[in-house]
């Protein structure tokens, strides 16, 4: 059964850091984009950053952009999002999905809360 894992959230004070990964199990990760999306309470789901399959090319929204790194470790099927000084307004449930053509597979999302 293929699937995909968030783990790595939890509480941080502000100007702290996390890092989450992406597991995946059931097919190799290694020909997908992943894509990092994140969605507060009340307000819609916002995407935060991508990395290509094809070329490792990677993708900041502003609010994160040189706070956030994305990365990938095809050799432990599992992608990464370094979470660097982060903010109160970082508060969300952070999502990774894995996308090739028409297929994509979705995690079930980890909570990270930033307060103080």
């Known amino acids: 059964q293929a699937q995909l894992v968030e783990s790595g959230g939890g509480l941080v004070q502000p100007g702290g850091s996390l890092r989450l990964s992406c597991a995946a199990s059931?097919?190799?990760?290694?020909?997908?984009?992943i894509v990092w999306f994140r969605q507060a309470p009340g307000k819609e789901r916002e995407g935060v950053s991508c990395?290509?399959?094809?070329?490792?090319?990677?993708y900041y929204a502003d609010s994160v952009k040189g706070r956030f790194t994305i990365s990938r470790d095809n050799a432990k099927n599992t992608a990464y999002l370094q979470m660097n000084s982060l903010k109160p307004e970082d508060t969300a449930v952070y999502y990774c999905?894995?996308?090739?053509?028409?297929?994509?597979?979705w995690g079930q999302g980890t909570q990270v809360t930033v307060s103080s």
């Open positions: 999905k894995a996308v090739r053509l028409l297929s994509e597979y």
């Open positions: 059931g097919f190799t990760l290694d020909y997908y984009s």
């Open positions: 990395i290509s399959s094809l070329d490792g090319s990677t």
